[in-house]
């Protein structure tokens, strides 16, 4: 695997090329520009501000609520998802792990992360996970009230590894196909959708019927799931805001899902995104990769659950909105008129 040298420049190099171009990338968008995965080039920093850590990312995790208050960051191809809070409560059972804190509510997947580093740059100092195919996973960044001290005894006591740039990485196969939609049993469902009793009960119904999310979304009935305007998230949020409706915001990527529960109150357009900016919570959305929004409507024991699914070209979910409830509350009436109001 070539990951230090291409061209006769080392990856450090073409990465210090790029920067003298006068061009503001994150490492995300840098990466892509090299040609390489964001934890190659992380990796081609070693010892100039990065250091490895032992890839044991659940004892890590679990050290970093002696942090205090950090910054968690989710993102995938088009959303990122900023919260500040502390790791208190967060726990393992195999590879599914939960962080379940009024701030920091994370869903983690723990056969994807890999390699993990400690990163100062530009004088912020963070945690930095990436899945097998070194792709960033899940960042955590320290705050002006994080315990300094407490991050550098984790680091010491976790980076008693071979400082090495070398990644085993490997690429994850392509999604297959989906079925032609006159293969997929509509009936049978639909009938299991309308019967369901818990949300979380949806990812097993797909792979029961072996249908794609989306290509499910629009093949039931339009009481289950309609289509909206690509302008959706955008007038959800104002709508939120102005109405001061509670929301949940869920944004993931294959080895994590990070979500926010609460208000939102600063919006703010940017060229080509809408943001979220508020003092704890932060969300870009790149407005123009989003493809298709559905209002979905899906049974439980708690009565129906509704929210607004943003998907991308390739029928990836890029964020989903919910009102904010907790199991064995019903959905909040606001809510649902707030979501009726885009599809009237």
């Known amino acids: 695997m070539d990951t230090l040298v291409k061209d006769g420049q ?28 964001e934890a190659e080039l992380v990796a081609s920093r070693i010892g100039l501000g990065v250091t490895r850590l032992r890839n044991d990312a659940k004892a890590i995790l679990k050290e970093v609520k002696t942090l205090g208050e950090v910054m968690a960051l989710t993102r995938n191809e088009h959303c990122v998802h900023e919260r500040k809070g502390c790791y208190q409560k967060i726990g393992f059972n195999g590879s599914m792990g939960l962080a379940v804190n009024e701030e920091i509510d994370l869903r983690l997947f723990m056969h994807h992360w890999s390699s993990i580093f400690a990163v100062e740059e530009s004088g912020r100092h963070s945690l930095q996970f990436f899945d097998r195919s070194g792709t960033a996973a899940h960042k955590i960044y320290l705050t002006d009230a994080s315990d300094a001290a407490a991050y550098r005894a984790l680091v010491s006591k976790f980076s008693d590894c071979p400082q ?31 019967a369901l009793k818990d949300t979380h009960d949806f990812h097993a119904l797909l792979a029961t019927y072996k249908v794609q999310r989306e290509q ?7 009481d289950l799931a309609k289509p909206l305007s690509t302008e959706s998230p ?37 060229p080509g995104w809408f943001n979220v900016l508020d003092p704890r919570f932060n969300l870009h959305l790149k407005e123009d990769a989003v493809a298709a929004c559905w209002l979905t409507r899906k049974p439980t024991v708690d009565g129906v659950v509704s929210a607004l699914e943003v998907y991308g070209a390739g029928g990836e979910l890029i964020v989903t909105f919910f009102g904010r409830r907790k199991p064995g ?15 009237d």
């Open 10 to 37: 080392s990856l450090l190099q073409r990465y210090e090329a790029l920067q003298q171009q006068g061009k503001t990338l994150r490492a995300r968008n840098a990466a892509e520009s090299l040609g390489v995965s």
């Open 164 to 194: 090495v740039e070398e990644l085993a990485l490997e690429a994850y196969p392509e999604p297959s196909p989906p079925l032609a939609d006159s293969d997929i049993d509509i009936q049978g469902l639909e009938s299991a959708w309308r």
């Open 216 to 222: 499910a979304l629009r093949l039931v009935s339009d």
């Open 234 to 270: 955008r007038r959800l949020l104002e709508a939120a805001r102005d109405s001061q409706c509670e929301i949940m915001v869920f944004v993931g990527n294959r080895a994590c899902i990070q979500i926010h529960s609460g208000p939102v109150t600063n919006l703010r357009a940017t």
């Open 329 to 343: 509350q019903p959905e909040l009436p606001l809510w649902r008129e707030l979501l009726q109001t885009l599809a």
